[in-house]
């Protein structure tokens, strides 16, 4: 028997820009790297003020521009419940870090949460490890923040990968 899929957030604030980025990138990593049967990739928010509502148009657009899906995101919000069901909390900026380490209760939780751009070593060599939120920005915002993501979304891959050889060696 399989153990349980590897499973991967992403969290911002509204789960309507940032978030769903890393979702929809890195569930599609995942699939095409043939370990759609080994990790759960999700997305929320720390904030409920967009629940129920579609990624923003911006982000949809973004994506699309690059070849992805994001038109069958919701939005909704980071349940602390979840923490045992997590292996991978990837929050998008310090604030974010900081709700999330509150909610998850114990130190066992809390190392579970990093920065998604933890995972682009050009990120790291920079100290750039916060994604910016385009929500009051224009297009070249959503840009730039679908290509941060993107970035990090490869590196990981590469640590989801190494984690699945672990689990399974």
């Not at 080994?38 to 129920?52: A, E, I, N």
């Not at 114990?106 to 998604?116: C, E, F, G, Q, Y």
């Not at 941060?148 to 672990?166: P, S, W, Y």
């Amino acid at each position: 028997m399989l153990p349980r899929p590897l499973h991967v957030t992403f969290v911002c604030s509204g789960n309507i820009c940032r978030s769903p980025m890393g979702h929809v990138i890195l569930q599609r990593m995942v699939a095409e790297a043939g370990l759609h049967d080994h990790v759960l990739v999700t997305s929320s928010g720390t904030g409920d003020w967009h629940v129920g509502e579609h990624a923003d148009p911006r982000t949809v657009a973004v994506l699309a521009q690059h070849g992805y899906d994001g038109s069958r995101h919701r939005a909704r919000e980071f349940d602390p419940d979840e923490f045992a069901d997590l292996d991978l909390v990837l929050a998008s900026d310090e604030g974010h870090v900081r709700v999330l380490q509150r909610l998850a209760r114990t130190p066992h939780n809390r190392a579970k949460i990093h920065l998604v751009r933890e995972f682009d070593p050009e990120a790291v060599a920079a100290g750039t490890l916060e994604t910016a939120d385009p929500w009051y920005g224009d297009e070249a915002h959503f840009l730039r923040c679908f290509t941060e993501v993107e970035a990090a979304c490869r590196g990981i891959l590469d640590h989801i990968r190494g984690q699945i050889e672990t689990d399974h060696a």
